[in-house]
């Protein structure tokens, strides 16, 4: 279904820890969604690009997290300080455009859990 | 902000039943996404649609074509392999990013 890769599968942190997080979108998708999914199943859309470029993000992901899609290489995503609450299973999607019409494929996910 | 009701939270099913699920949405949506996670995290997608109907197998998605308000997915011939937690997720007229609902567990039993 999805050829949407995600790493590491798991990661533990301290608090006030970088945790950073990577993902390759399916070829060809030349648009990325980073999502968070915390354990009561609420999904919180953090920040999105097409190519290189962020198209939209959150305040929390502007001021906390440093995130970028270079042209050939992986998507990455990094929380600068870890907090206890932003354990969370971290989930990356790619789709081929922006305007309606196209399904969002996702990938397996990062559980990041912060101690 | 736009919201997606997704019910029921929960749903428990012998095998070879049908069911359906639903998501409201509180305003006017242009597209709904369904996806099951397995137990690995992992959210495949079953259907999108932008209006009208889909069947794929023993599911069935339909996207309310006149007023872009609600979404069902129907179960059919319930089999154990279809347990998981099913989302659905919506994109307003907008937006560019989907909006989940919270998701609806399902366990299928003998």
């Known amino acids: 279904n999805s050829k949407v890769i995600q790493t590491p599968r798991y990661l533990v942190k301290g608090q006030g820890q970088k945790a950073k997080m990577r993902c390759i979108p399916e070829k060809g998708h030349p648009v990325v969604f980073w999502y968070q999914q915390n354990k009561n199943n609420e999904f919180k859309f953090l920040i999105n690009?097409?190519?290189?470029?962020?198209?939209?993000q959150i305040d929390m992901t502007e001021k906390r997290f440093s995130a970028e899609c270079p042209s050939n290489s992986p998507c990455s995503l990094e929380i600068q300080s870890s907090e206890a609450g932003d354990s969370a299973l971290y989930l990356c999607a790619s789709r081929g455009g922006l305007g309606g019409a196209e399904t969002l494929y996702f990938g397996s996910g990062t559980r990041l859990t912060v101690l | 902000g736009d919201q997606v009701e997704q019910s029921p939270s929960a749903l428990s099913l012998h095998e070879g039943t049908d069911s359906a699920l639903r998501c409201n949405f509180t305003t006017t949506m242009r597209s709904v996404q369904w996806f099951r996670q397995n137990s690995r995290g992992s959210l495949i997608s079953l259907f999108y649609l932008a209006s009208g109907t889909k069947e794929n197998g023993r599911l069935k998605s339909a996207f309310d074509s006149k007023e872009r308000r609600y979404s069902t997915l129907h179960i059919r011939d319930a089999q154990l392999e279809d347990s998981g937690t099913y989302f659905c997720a919506a994109e307003d007229r907008g937006g560019r990013a989907l909006i989940f609902g919270t998701g609806t567990t399902v366990s299928v039993s003998p």
């Open positions: 690009f097409q190519n290189q470029e962020v198209l939209q």
